[in-house]
């Protein structure tokens, strides 16, 4: 790790703000009536996803779920259902879960102590400070990937954020630079700086607020800081899943599990061997063939993983029952249940109405 910096972070925070009201973002879904609740669904929406894919999820999200009470009432297949295709489904999962222990809890109401705030699933201290932040103007700091990025990279701090020392210098920089007053717009400021002038490759340093003041300008390191986390070793994953296909052109559909991959998502039954995959058939559904057939491969890229699927279309005469009503279902793709599908199921069952003849 370097030295501290010296710049001073009340002129970095005043730069950044001036920068804001001619450059900031201010036409965002979620910058227009600020609660609590919906600058909350937007900072997890946010998590690892950029603003472009966000918004029309967070358009049809508050349309069907304007608020903590709605959101609580709902059946978490509803919201996993909104949440289709935008991956990391735990983040759902968690808002689903806080909503509920908010409508138990605090009378419905989002709550207004910070520690409370912190305490709900999937609210780390962070994205606390950003909600109090941004909707209460609150004084709390923030410390996402962005702001990490900005303040490594202007204070000039080296090392892994997995160092805690590390991560604890961010933590106090980040807090000496919220100023006692305007911290909504300092944090949306501050923000907005990461994810549009110092982004992660090819920094706009030349329309940078505080490019003057820069460490890492200064010393030409804007690609060394921050210092990467050490690189994990890539995986690769094989799995197969079973395409059923009764006669009416229903596939079934399995619950996963809610740890793990896809947690509480509707899958195709997924085994490890294509023997498993075949003795299941056999054992479970009426009229399956005893050998399915592969069909085409499909890779979908985790962070830390790369899966591929091999289907085994498994088309089975007549009307097979569910094997297990409560974790199983045959859907019917042309009046489709309100569930939860990952994107690489999705494309599969597409893959599939057109291999089997059935439209959706
Ligand atoms: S000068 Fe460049 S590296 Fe420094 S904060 Fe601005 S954009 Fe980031």
Redo the contacts with the bound molecule.
């Keep these: 790790m370097t030295a501290r910096p010296r710049a001073s972070v009340r002129d970095f925070s005043a730069a950044i703000i001036d920068w804001h009201a001619r450059h900031g973002r201010h036409d965002l879904p979620w910058q227009r009536r600020r609660t609590a609740y919906r600058v909350w669904v937007s900072e997890i929406m946010l998590q690892q996803t950029q603003v472009a894919t966000v918004i029309p999820y967070y358009q049809r999200f508050m349309q069907r779920f304007p608020g903590v009470g709605a959101l609580a009432a709902a059946p978490l297949d509803d919201v996993l259902h909104l949440w289709s295709g935008l991956g990391y489904y735990a983040r759902a999962r968690n808002l689903h879960r806080a909503a509920l222990r908010i409508a138990a809890g605090h009378g419905g109401r989002f709550p207004r102590r910070f520690e409370a705030v912190a305490d709900l699933p999937g609210i780390g201290r962070s994205t606390a400070g950003a909600i109090l932040a941004l909707s209460r103007g609150e004084r709390f700091p923030i410390l996402d990937g962005n702001v990490r990025r900005?303040l490594s990279?202007?204070f000039g701090v080296a090392g892994s954020v997995s160092d805690r020392a590390v991560l604890e210098t961010l933590w106090a920089l980040s807090d000496e630079c919220t100023p006692a007053e305007r911290v909504d717009v300092y944090t949306q400021a501050v923000m907005d700086?990461g994810a549009t002038?110092?982004i992660r490759r090819n920094?706009?340093?030349m329309s940078?607020p505080?490019?003057a003041t820069?460490a890492?300008?200064q010393t030409g390191r804007?690609h060394e800081l921050p210092s990467p986390k050490p690189a994990r070793k890539r995986r690769r994953r094989q799995v197969f899943m079973l395409a059923a296909v009764r006669g009416d052109g229903d596939v079934l559909l399995e619950r996963r599990p809610e740890k793990g991959v896809w947690g509480g998502l509707w899958c195709l039954p997924e085994f490890t061997t294509a023997a498993q995959a075949a003795y299941y058939a056999r054992r479970m559904l009426q009229g399956a063939p005893a050998r399915p057939v592969p069909l085409e491969p499909v890779e979908h890229a985790f962070t830390h993983f790369d899966l591929l699927i091999t289907p085994l279309l498994a088309q089975c005469s007549g009307s097979a029952s569910a094997p297990d009503p409560a974790q199983t279902l045959w859907y019917c793709a042309r009046e489709p249940a309100r569930l939860g599908l990952p994107a690489p199921i999705r494309l599969l069952l597409e893959r599939l109405a057109g291999v089997t003849g059935r439209q959706g």
Excluded: E, I, N
């Design positions: 900005v990279r202007h700086l002038v110092c920094p706009s340093c940078c505080v490019s820069c890492a300008r804007q």
